[in-house]
């Protein structure tokens, strides 16, 4: 099934919910890094129960809010890496392009240095077929907020985007559990006015009409799980994206360097259809094929260091 040009809607409101933030870095000190990571390593601790019914079948927590025109989507996980990988992986905005390419409707990301810090440039496709020549360019700042030994924090932000949207955000944060794993948690929100949100209403009464999130907010005649829908099912579809985006990437820097690209390409999609009523867009031959051919044309961006 191929992707609706309706959800050119979503594309904007997701990919561009992806990011901005400040200048180069802002280094924290050795006592504050250990006690926010000692914070994230706590929080995450205290949803264990949560994390065991949630029914995810991995170390992860998915939650969401809509309130006073903000949406938030926030992802708690444990990784199968040690930190010291976790944090040189993903402090570069470079390595954060090499994660954003991964969605089908992203079709090139390019980093850049700006006169007021590093940044990133994002093509988001109206459809599979487009290219980046044809797609919608969004343009954001990057900044690492903290880059310590026991805790990580990188921060983007956008004051405004598409259709009204605003107030733009996405941060991560990771800490070591221990030797060999870590914490992460990755946040995202933004503010929707009333365009954006006439915009989203009406998608998601067509295309969007049998989209749920993952939130179970009660059960069916049957006993069946009704998840939740609307705006907070659209956070929690593309929070988690980009989790799975980020854990792909990951892992994928444990293969040879020529097949890195190749590898994300597969687990991503894989992992993503672990979830199908929620995440699937495509199928697994066509998705790989177009990345591949995007990659060929360079649209996609080469390997970056590290």
Same mark, same amino acid.
């Given at each position: 099934?191929?992707?609706?040009?309706? !959800?050119?809607?979503?594309?904007?409101?997701?990919?561009?919910?992806?990011?901005?933030?400040?200048?180069?870095?802002?280094?924290?000190?050795?006592?504050?890094? *250990?006690?926010?990571?000692? *914070? !994230?390593?706590?929080?995450?601790?205290?949803?264990?129960?949560?994390?065991?019914?949630?029914?995810?079948?991995?170390?992860?927590?998915?939650?969401?809010?809509?309130?006073?025109?903000?949406?938030?989507?926030?992802?708690?996980?444990?990784?199968?890496? =040690?930190?010291?990988?976790?944090?040189?992986?993903?402090?570069?905005?470079?390595?954060?392009?090499?994660?954003?390419?991964? =969605?089908?409707?992203?079709?090139?990301? @390019?980093?850049?240095?700006?006169? @007021?810090? =590093?940044?990133?440039?994002?093509?988001?496709?109206?459809?599979?077929? *487009?290219?980046?020549?044809?797609?919608?360019?969004?343009?954001?700042?990057?900044?690492?907020?903290?880059?310590?030994?026991?805790?990580?924090?990188?921060?983007?932000?956008?004051?405004?985007?598409?259709?009204?949207?605003?107030?733009?955000?996405?941060?991560?944060?990771?800490?070591?559990?221990?030797?060999?794993?870590?914490?992460?948690?990755?946040?995202?929100?933004?503010?929707?006015?009333?365009?954006? *949100?006439?915009?989203?209403?009406?998608?998601?009464?067509?295309?969007?009409?049998?989209?749920?999130?993952?939130?179970?907010?009660?059960?069916?005649?049957?006993?069946?799980?009704?998840?939740?829908?609307?705006?907070?099912?659209?956070?929690?579809?593309?929070?988690?994206?980009?989790?799975?985006?980020?854990?792909?990437?990951?892992?994928?820097?444990?293969?040879?360097?020529?097949?890195?690209?190749?590898?994300?390409?597969?687990?991503?999609?894989?992992?993503?259809?672990?979830?199908?009523?929620?995440?699937?867009?495509?199928?697994?031959?066509?998705?790989?094929?177009?990345?591949?051919?995007?990659?060929?044309?360079?649209?996609?961006?080469?390997?970056?260091?590290?």
């Amino acid at each position: 099934m191929r992707p609706k040009p309706i !959800l050119f809607v979503l594309a904007c409101l997701a990919l561009a919910s992806s990011l901005w933030g400040g200048p180069a870095r802002a280094a924290i000190g050795p006592a504050d890094a *250990q006690r926010e990571g000692a *914070q !994230l390593r706590e929080r995450f601790a205290r949803m264990q129960g949560e994390i065991a019914a949630s029914g995810f079948g991995q170390p992860l927590r998915l939650v969401s809010e809509d309130g006073d025109h903000v949406l938030k989507g926030d992802v708690y996980a444990r990784v199968d890496h =040690p930190f010291r990988e976790v944090e040189a992986a993903l402090h570069e905005p470079g390595q954060w392009c090499d994660v954003l390419v991964l =969605p089908f409707n992203v079709k090139r990301c @390019d980093a850049s240095g700006r006169g @007021d810090g =590093p940044g990133l440039s994002i093509f988001i496709a109206r459809k599979a077929a *487009q290219s980046a020549a044809h797609a919608f360019r969004a343009d954001f700042r990057f900044r690492v907020e903290a880059l310590a030994a026991a805790y990580m924090r990188i921060v983007l932000r956008a004051d405004s985007g598409p259709l009204g949207t605003r107030d733009y955000r996405i941060v991560l944060e990771a800490a070591p559990e221990d030797d060999a794993r870590t914490i992460v948690h990755l946040a995202y929100s933004y503010g929707y006015g009333m365009m954006s *949100q006439m915009a989203m209403q009406a998608y998601l009464s067509t295309a969007g009409a049998n989209k749920v999130g993952f939130t179970i907010e009660g059960r069916d005649a049957g006993g069946k799980p009704v998840y939740v829908g609307g705006m907070r099912g659209v956070m929690e579809r593309n929070t988690m994206r980009y989790f799975l985006a980020i854990a792909a990437y990951l892992d994928s820097l444990r293969a040879p360097p020529a097949s890195r690209i190749e590898a994300r390409l597969e687990q991503w999609f894989d992992t993503t259809e672990r979830y199908p009523r929620q995440l699937h867009e495509m199928e697994r031959d066509e998705y790989v094929a177009m990345k591949r051919r995007e990659a060929r044309a360079g649209e996609a961006p080469a390997e970056s260091p590290g």
